[in-house]
């Protein structure tokens, strides 16, 4: 889990100053920090846990830093709190989760002999790119086993939810936005005449914006 | 908002009217009636907020301004709801809305006389005008001293700064020989003394419109109509959640019944105007079936059907230079050139808008949309602060493939969830077509690499048809049900066509109408 001490120093300075207005940095703080609060109810188990944070890591690899995806993930599910929707074609958001979660575990063992959170990267991707294509055949769960298999069609709907869910996930971390030193959380102190932005335009930056992350990647 | 001084009515009182909801459909009626001296109740489900105090600058943190309660999206693009067009609370989603403010063009008003799909609206742009006008001033918008598509138009308070994606814009569509204007927006671009009201600030630029505006610059109700209401007497009350009507022998609506934390209140009322949106007012009005098995004001059959989302493409692209698409009014470029484009091999058209956008909303949009994943996901990711996007709101015909029905699956309080079904039809996959190819191409002329294409549709519309005919219609042209003769419906679900016009402006220009129409003669009959 990445720690206050982690994050770039100026950007923590930025969150702390007067240009962010308490509310946000309240928010900002309590997601950095966030651990397992104890007695909290779950919703999956430790072994389906693991599998998501391994699919997880897939979807958005980190080098160097790592956030408990499947934490937040099971807090929602356990809470029972959805998005507002879901495809109709698929069953309830826990029941997909721990169907699609065992379903690729099934395909992981039965095409490579070992649990999908020990395979190597590559066989990890190769397995979602199966799912992607809609193509993951899950197989019948084993007997005594409660959670519905899922056809490849909605093993595919269920995998952009779960791209969806943990990118946002990353995303709203702040040392991702750290990383790409995102100056839209500084909008202004908590007065009611916020000071926000003036320099808009292509290129422009106010005095005090950090300067954003060089691109890696030109393209 | 600030209620603590409001006026009160007893649940025993047989007040003049109940609004159920209090967004773009509620809220402007809300005000003209209690203005007219009526007593009158605003129940609403979703929770009372103080702005400044309350709204982080976070988009995690305003999921609580969504309406959260779930919904199943079927057929062959199903649409997404919650954050992506849903909202609640005292305001309604103009809580969270993108304050887009374009009118109605006339010609769409009169897509079936013009084009022969669709329908036409029981109405003409021309009796819109004078509300549009009293919209604009009131809601202090903000536009360009000179609208190319409507010389006469003028707005209150001149544009708000273009932000990068806007520049973008600009310049593509020079490029293409296409004019684009400064856009008609719902937030002051200088500090505006809000009528009945306090100071609302000037527009800072802060780009969270869609989480909450902090400073009262964004024309959301509750800056504007609903303290109005407030201070000529309406009561609001926050939490209360609509799940029956009583009728009496004359098929008239004699109490609402609602939810307020545990328990069941019972209001008895003259008249009920259901405001609730395009997903929850035929929800509601098919799951209150009563005596009739096909649900409330529903001979017609038509509660549910004709549901519509306007097609919402998006172009996005990669900039050398800076664009921080955080930063500046989201939207503030629009260009109606595209209403009735050129080489278009469909029917009616399309708006386009510039747009920035703040970091999570684009990362999902990005992993649902682009279908990436991996490394490839998080370096396009590491580009958010050189991406700029462009966009379209184009029509939806009507299409009998497209319904809400009620699902078998209950929610916490046991009613039906809405199950909401929604194709494209060939119309609509021609248009995004069409405006894939001019954005893109517009993109390129402005420099962008590395573009790529979002598909995504916007807005609940339909679902409770407005015409002239009983038998294909759910209200009359005044927003009055035709079965029920005291319940009044004005929100999104009325619209008898998308039209490309984002549609708050149009409902609460409807809301003000049928406020009118119900003074001049609905409360005698
Ligand atoms: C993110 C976003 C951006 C948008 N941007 C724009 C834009 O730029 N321009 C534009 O024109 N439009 C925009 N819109 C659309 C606009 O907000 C809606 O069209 C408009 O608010 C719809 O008005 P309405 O009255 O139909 O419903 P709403 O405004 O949704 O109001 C319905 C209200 O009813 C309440 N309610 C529902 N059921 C019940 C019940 N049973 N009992 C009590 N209360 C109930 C809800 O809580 C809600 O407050 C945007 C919407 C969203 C979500
Ligand atoms: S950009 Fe303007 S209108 Fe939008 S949230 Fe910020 S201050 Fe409010």
Redesign the interface.
């Known amino acids: 889990m990445s720690t206050i001490e982690e994050i770039d120093p100026s950007y923590l300075a930025l969150i702390d100053s007067d240009r962010?207005?308490a509310?946000?940095r309240?928010?900002?703080l309590k997601?950095l920090q966030s651990s397992d609060e104890p007695g909290r109810k779950t919703a999956l188990s430790t072994e389906e846990k693991k599998i998501l944070q391994a699919l997880a890591e897939?979807?958005?690899?980190?080098a160097g830093r790592s956030i408990d995806f499947a934490l937040s993930i099971d807090a929602r599910l356990a809470e029972g709190?959805?998005?507002?929707?879901?495809?109709?074609?698929l069953p309830?958001d826990l029941t997909a989760y721990r169907g699609a979660l065992a379903a690729i575990d099934r395909y992981a063992r039965r095409e490579f002999r070992t649990s999908f959170a020990e395979l190597p990267l590559e066989k990890k991707?190769q397995t979602?790119r199966v799912i992607?294509s809609g193509e993951m055949e899950a197989g019948e769960p084993d007997s005594g086993d409660d959670v519905p298999s899922l056809s490849a069609t909605q093993m595919q709907r269920w995998f952009?939810d779960l791209?969806?869910d943990?990118?946002?996930i990353?995303?709203?971390h702040p040392e991702?936005?750290a990383?790409?030193?995102?100056?839209?959380?500084a909008?202004?102190a908590?007065s009611?005449?916020?000071?926000?932005?003036?320099?808009?335009?292509?290129?422009?930056?106010e005095a005090w914006e950090p300067k954003?992350?060089v691109?890696?990647?030109e393209? | 908002m600030n209620l603590d001084s409001m006026r009160r009515y007893g649940t025993d009182e047989e007040v003049d009217a109940v609004v159920i909801g209090t967004g773009a459909g509620g809220a402007p009626l809300l005000a003209k009636l209690a203005r007219a001296g009526l007593r009158i109740v605003a129940l609403e489900a979703g929770r009372n907020w103080d702005p400044g105090r309350d709204f982080a600058t976070d988009e995690v943190a305003a999921s609580e301004l969504y309406w959260l309660g779930e919904r199943l999206s079927a057929g062959q693009t199903p649409t997404a709801f919650g954050g992506n067009n849903s909202g609640t609370g005292v305001g309604g989603s103009m809580l969270h809305w993108g304050a887009f403010v374009p009118r109605a063009d006339p010609r769409d008003f009169r897509i079936h006389s013009e084009l022969g799909v669709g329908v036409d609206w029981p109405m003409s742009v021309d009796d819109l005008r004078p509300y549009y006008k009293e919209l604009e001033r009131f809601l202090g918008i903000s536009g360009p001293a000179f609208y190319p598509w409507d010389p006469e138009r003028k707005y209150p308070l001149p544009p708000v700064p273009l932000n990068a994606p806007a520049e973008l814009m600009q310049r593509g569509f020079r490029a293409l020989g296409l004019r684009a204007s400064e856009a008609p927006v719902a937030a002051v671009s200088s500090a505006y003394q809000q009528e009945g009201y306090e100071t609302r600030h000037a527009c800072v630029n802060r780009g969270y419109c869609h989480q909450g505006c902090r400073n009262g610059a964004k024309a959301s109700m509750d800056v504007t109509y609903l303290p109005a209401a407030v201070a000529a007497g309406a009561e609001i009350r926050p939490e209360c959640f609509v799940h029956d009507f009583e009728l009496n022998d004359q098929g008239r609506v004699s109490a609402v019944i609602y939810r307020h934390g545990d328990e069941n209140i019972r209001q008895r009322c003259k008249a009920v105007f259901l405001c609730a949106g395009a997903v929850e007012t035929p929800r509601l009005l098919l799951h209150c079936n009563g005596r009739r098995k096909e649900g409330l004001a529903n001979s017609s059959g038509q509660v549910g059907r004709n549901f519509m989302a306007h097609v919402a493409t998006q172009v996005w692209g990669t900039f050398a230079e800076e664009t921080r698409p955080n930063k500046g009014f989201p939207a503030s470029l629009i260009s109606e050139d595209t209403i009735r484009p050129a080489k278009a091999d469909f029917a009616g058209g399309y708006l386009t808008q510039s747009l920035g956008i703040v970091p999570i909303t684009w990362s999902m949009q990005v992993a649902r949309g682009r279908g990436l994943w991996g490394k490839p996901l998080v370096d396009y990711l590491q580009q958010y602060n050189h991406v700029a996007g462009i966009g379209i709101n184009g029509d939806c015909l009507p299409d009998d493939r497209n319904f809400l029905e009620l699902s078998d699956e209950g929610d916490a309080l046991g009613m039906k969830k809405a199950r909401v079904h929604f194709s494209y039809g060939e119309n609509e996959l021609r248009m995004s077509q069409h405006a894939e190819d001019l954005m893109t191409a517009a993109w390129k002329a402005a420099g962008a690499t590395d573009i790529w294409t979002f598909q995504r549709s916007a807005h609940t519309i339909g679902t409770c048809r407005m015409g002239e005919d009983p038998n294909t219609n759910v209200v009359d042209a005044t927003g009055r049900s035709f079965d029920v003769p005291n319940l009044w419906i004005c929100d999104n679900s009325v619209f008898p066509s998308a039209l490309p016009a984002n549609p708050a402006l149009t409902i609460m220009a409807l809301s003000l109408r049928t406020a009118d129409k119900f003074l001049q003669d609905g409360e005698r009959r």
């Open positions: 962010v207005s509310q946000t309240e928010v900002l997601r897939c979807v958005v690899p980190m709190q959805g998005k507002g929707w879901r495809y109709s074609e309830p991707n979602l992607e952009q791209r969806g943990v990118t946002g990353y995303m709203s991702t936005l990383q790409l030193w995102y100056s839209g959380i909008d202004g908590d009611a005449a916020l000071s926000g932005f003036v320099q808009l335009g292509l290129g422009k930056v954003a992350k691109r890696e990647n393209s």
